[in-house]
């Protein structure tokens, strides 16, 4: 479980996240949305440390990450995320093999033989084959999607954080992207936070949704009741991006 207490985040005298607060479940799929420029990412990245929060906790199963000086504690706990970054961040100059094992020797102790098995059953569960070999510019926007998803969870991690899956991409890999995120909770158990500014996406994919604006969640629920939120935020949200009172 990932619990967020009154988390702080200011660049520069501009405070970004004032006071935000959740608990994330086992095997949920929590998203945030938000406009661009809210502090979605700066959320994200303050759960598994790559900026450090000015205040408040980020506990991850018991663990305070928020304020920890040891490296130790860091790197463990940051061994339980899969990462999925928004551009994929493929290494261009590596093949698909390299680049979905690429963590595995830094995060775990496998030995080097057992690669090339893993990441066939990771390509596998996002649905490739035979691409081992490949470079990413040989690939599809949607395959190095899928081979991105296959790197962030190849050393099986307990959560997964998807900084806008599917910015970019066009409707029917949209769709693909949308149904691989729900398979990783279907399938593996992952426990899931994306944070998008696609609020369609966020409403069929999550067992609850919140909203980030003006550096707090104003409203955190499942999608039916989301979808109904009187709150202002929620509201100008749902109307800019067409999506309409039922
Ligand atoms: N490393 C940084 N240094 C200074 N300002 C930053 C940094 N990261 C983000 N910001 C600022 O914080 C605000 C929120 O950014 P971000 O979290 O990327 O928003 P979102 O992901 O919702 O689009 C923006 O005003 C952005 O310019
Ligand atoms: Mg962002």
Same mark, same amino acid.
């Given at each position: 479980m990932i619990e967020i207490k009154g988390l702080t985040k200011a660049f520069g005298g501009h405070s970004v996240l004032k006071n935000v607060s959740a608990e994330i479940k086992e095997g949920e799929l929590f998203s945030v949305i938000g406009p661009s420029g809210i502090g979605k990412s700066t959320f994200i990245k303050c759960i598994i440390r790559l900026l450090r929060p000015d205040g408040g906790q980020v506990i991850v199963d018991g663990q305070?990450? +928020? $304020?920890?000086?040891s490296e130790f504690t860091l790197a463990r706990v940051r061994r339980s995320f899969g990462y999925l970054f928004q551009e994929g +961040?493929?290494?261009? $100059?590596?093949?698909v093999l390299e680049n979905v094992a690429f963590g595995l020797k830094y995060l775990t102790d496998i030995p080097k033989g057992e690669y090339p098995r893993i990441v066939k059953e990771k390509l596998a569960l996002v649905?490739? /084959?035979?691409? /081992?070999?490949?470079?990413? +510019?040989?690939?599809s926007v949607g395959m190095k999607k899928r081979v991105s998803l296959a790197r962030s969870i190849a050393a099986e991690p307990k959560y997964i954080l998807y900084d806008?899956?599917?910015?970019?991409?066009d409707p029917v890999t949209t769709g693909m992207v949308k149904d691989l995120i729900t398979d990783m909770r279907a399938k593996l158990g992952i426990t899931s936070v994306v944070v998008t500014h696609d609020v369609r996406l966020a409403l069929e994919i999550s067992s609850r949704v919140a909203m980030l604006y003006g550096g707090e969640f104003v409203e955190v629920a499942e999608p039916d009741v989301f979808r109904r939120s009187e709150n202002k935020a929620v509201r100008e949200f749902m109307e800019i991006s067409h999506l309409s009172r039922k």
């Amino acid at each position: 479980m990932i619990e967020i207490k009154g988390l702080t985040k200011a660049f520069g005298g501009h405070s970004v996240l004032k006071n935000v607060s959740a608990e994330i479940k086992e095997g949920e799929l929590f998203s945030v949305i938000g406009p661009s420029g809210i502090g979605k990412s700066t959320f994200i990245k303050c759960i598994i440390r790559l900026l450090r929060p000015d205040g408040g906790q980020v506990i991850v199963d018991g663990q305070d990450i +928020a $304020s920890t000086t040891s490296e130790f504690t860091l790197a463990r706990v940051r061994r339980s995320f899969g990462y999925l970054f928004q551009e994929g +961040a493929l290494f261009d $100059s590596l093949t698909v093999l390299e680049n979905v094992a690429f963590g595995l020797k830094y995060l775990t102790d496998i030995p080097k033989g057992e690669y090339p098995r893993i990441v066939k059953e990771k390509l596998a569960l996002v649905g490739l /084959e035979g691409v /081992e070999n490949l470079k990413p +510019a040989e690939l599809s926007v949607g395959m190095k999607k899928r081979v991105s998803l296959a790197r962030s969870i190849a050393a099986e991690p307990k959560y997964i954080l998807y900084d806008e899956p599917t910015t970019g991409l066009d409707p029917v890999t949209t769709g693909m992207v949308k149904d691989l995120i729900t398979d990783m909770r279907a399938k593996l158990g992952i426990t899931s936070v994306v944070v998008t500014h696609d609020v369609r996406l966020a409403l069929e994919i999550s067992s609850r949704v919140a909203m980030l604006y003006g550096g707090e969640f104003v409203e955190v629920a499942e999608p039916d009741v989301f979808r109904r939120s009187e709150n202002k935020a929620v509201r100008e949200f749902m109307e800019i991006s067409h999506l309409s009172r039922k």
